[in-house]
Nanobody, 126 residues
Framework: EVQLVESGGGLVQAGGALTLSCATS????????MGWSRQAPGQEREGIAC????????IYADSVKGRFTISTDNAKHTVSLKMDRLKPEDTAVYYC???????????????????WGQGTQVTVTS
């Protein structure tokens, strides 16, 4: 059974930083790309970061590009999301995901995912 457990969310002031972690189990870690998405109240889920299992390359949504960094620890089977210069609009529940793809063939971000965790709340105050 695939299990993804997020941690590290919390309350932070605008301009601050947080690092989210995702502990994984139940699947062969290097057979999936891994991603993070978020969902704010009343809004659709937004894929924001993905790291490819094939070569470790990354892709980000424009909303977080330059501020967020996704990484994996293949030995520990964990995925992290380092979030800098946080803004109130980053407030959301953040989910860790297994993904078959990071992008469509045309390079656009691929929003699909296979499994996801329970989420961790990030609240950014102004």
């Amino acid at each position: 059974e695939v299990q993804l457990v997020e941690s590290g969310g919390g309350l932070v002031q605008a301009g601050g930083a947080l690092t989210l972690s995702c502990a994984t189990s139940g699947f062969t870690f290097d057979t999936y790309s891994m991603g993070w998405s978020r969902q704010a109240p009343g809004q659709e889920r937004e894929g924001i970061a993905c790291i490819r299992n094939t070569d470790g390359s990354t892709i980000y949504a424009d909303s977080v590009k330059g501020r967020f960094t996704i990484s994996t620890d293949n030995a520990k089977h964990t995925v992290s999301l380092k979030m800098d210069r946080l803004k109130p609009e980053d407030t959301a529940v953040y989910y860790c995901e297994t993904k078959a793809l990071c992008t469509y063939p045309n390079g656009n971000y691929y929003p699909g995912y296979d499994d996801w965790g329970q989420g961790t709340q990030v609240t950014v105050t102004s």
